[in-house]
């Protein structure tokens, strides 16, 4: 079977202190519960999670979700947000770790991006020159989510034509939000054959789909 590599960059700058990192972790939880229901899912699925505050972490490695095991996400009380340097780091590790095609062996379907932050590149000038760089990679899809009120969409439209809002982030919305990316996944898990980039499934209320 061949692999679906699923990179997941989540924002634990010092804005997702408290309530908002709790949530987080509760809505991660219920949508890796969601996948491993999902019999395709637990053949081909590999996660990625890198988290970006002033460091960046990789929290967990790309990983076979049969054996995928959720850690705690933690964030630092206060801090920049760090987004060009978790891109670049993204690039990194997708290029080492990503299988293509050889004559004898097919390689990873193309794989899936998930942006999530609630506020805006502290290093705008690195994250400026990441953005050409991400976009050859040629994933799947990029969905980026800006969460909040003080959530910048304007940078991550930079990056992807697929960008949610979410009003804040509260546990039953990051809920909804991360409910909306299994589906998304599970739909990219069964679209990989195809050429096109995947289809977006529709969105709940809790979910703004940028225009």
Not at 27 to 52: C, V
Not at 123 to 149: E, R, S, W
Request: glycine residues 6%.
């Amino acid at each position: 079977m061949r692999r679906l590599p699923v990179y997941l960059l989540l924002d634990t700058s010092g804005s997702m202190f408290g309530e908002p990192i709790e949530s987080l972790n509760n809505a991660l939880s219920g949508m890796f519960n969601t996948l491993r229901t999902d019999a395709q899912a637990l053949e081909s699925l590999f996660i990625s999670i890198i988290t970006f505050d002033k460091e960046i972490q990789e929290i967990v490695p790309l990983t076979e979700l049969v054996n995928f095991q959720l850690p705690e996400i933690r964030c630092p009380q206060s801090g920049p947000t760090f987004t060009g340097k978790a891109l670049e780091f993204l690039e990194l590790k997708v290029q080492a770790e990503i299988q293509k095609s050889t004559e004898d062996k097919k390689g990873d379907w193309k794989p899936l991006l998930f942006i999530f932050t609630d506020g805006k590149p502290s290093d705008l000038q690195l994250y400026n020159d990441m953005i050409p760089k991400i976009k050859a990679i040629n994933f799947g899809t990029i969905v980026g989510c800006a969460a909040g009120h003080k959530a910048e969409i304007s940078f991550l439209k930079q990056i992807t034509e697929h960008v949610v809002h979410l009003n804040n982030t509260d546990s039953q919305t990051l809920k909804s939000f991360f409910k909306w990316v299994s589906e998304t996944i599970e739909q990219g898990n069964k679209s990989v054959d195809s050429t096109d980039d995947i289809l977006l499934p529709p969105p709940p209320s809790e979910v703004n789909l940028v225009i």
